[in-house]
């Protein structure tokens, strides 16, 4: 049979910021619907219900490229603008910015796309920019930090998590499409320390500004990776 497509009196999507169908407590929701359109993100969550807008993106939202949500809870959805990077953890009644360390880290920008990835003990966001990937966990989000070492200094389009072959893929402008095997211990390492100070030997020297300080065990378990404000410094063999 010929397949049906209906109109559902949704206000229309930026480009490809939409996501359809999500569970929660572990009951699947076919009818759930998320929108991003101009600065604002609009939802439905019942068959045949109305869509209506969120509660505003806070202060500079600018129109969004991309929204996507908890796999697990889709009452905690995510929203970028080419600067910003926004979460919701109630379905949109409030909105928290989690920029953060990202306008640092990478320079310029240019937020395409956001992916969930999740981990066994932790769950993390990956976002495409214009210097290559970046990932913050679920319990630091506003902590970004650059993913992988292969991926080249390029705009990443879009980013698409496979949870059955556990990979996230890439796609890039004019650089090709590039995967990342084990993406979900890649990006959810078996153990992560994150320390904040201000001290002399930190790079907000005793401004006032917390530095930082990551120390991940990677997946081999075998190797202590650290990062200062989200940038690898260096690793350590146990």
């Known amino acids: 049979a010929t397949p049906t497509i209906a109109n559902i009196n949704g206000p229309g999507a930026n480009r490809v910021s939409m996501v359809y169908g999500g569970w ?30 969120t509660t505003a993106l806070p202060d ?17 959805v995510f929203a970028v603008d080419r600067n910003q990077v926004f979460m919701s953890t109630n379905g949109g009644t409030s ?3 989690i920029t953060g360390n990202l306008v640092t880290v990478s ?13 066994a003990a932790e769950n993390s966001i990956a976002d495409g920019t214009r210097s290559g990937v970046f990932r913050a966990s679920l319990s630091a989000p506003s902590i970004w930090s650059k993913v ?12 698409e998590y496979d949870k059955t ?11 090709s499409v590039w995967v990342m095997p084990s ?29 930082n300080y990551e120390i991940r065990l990677d997946a081999t378990g075998a190797v ?3 990062f200062i404000d989200g940038n690898f410094s260096r690793s350590v063999a146990l």
Not at 29 to 41: E, F, H, R, S, T
Not at 148 to 159: E, I, M, R, S
Not at 184 to 211: F, H, Q, R, V
């Open 24 to 53: 929660k407590d572990g009951i699947a929701n076919a009818d759930l619907i998320y929108v991003g359109k101009v600065n604002q993100v609009w939802t439905r969550t019942t068959s045949g219900g109305a869509i209506t807008v």
């Open 60 to 76: 500079g939202a600018s129109t969004l490229t991309d929204v996507a949500i908890n796999t697990f809870d889709w009452n905690t």
């Open 95 to 97: 909105w928290n910015d």
């Open 107 to 119: 320079p310029g920008l240019d937020l395409r796309t956001i992916e969930f990835v999740p981990g």
């Open 148 to 159: 992988g070492t292969a991926l080249p200094d390029v705009l990443v389009f879009d980013l």
């Open 165 to 175: 072959d556990d990979i996230l893929a890439a796609a890039t402008l004019g650089r």
């Open 183 to 211: 993406a979900s211990l890649e990006l959810n390492p078996a153990g992560t320390l994150t320390i904040t100070a201000d001290d002399a030997g930190g790079n907000g020297a005793g401004t006032g500004t917390g530095d």
């Open 224 to 226: 202590l990776q650290v």
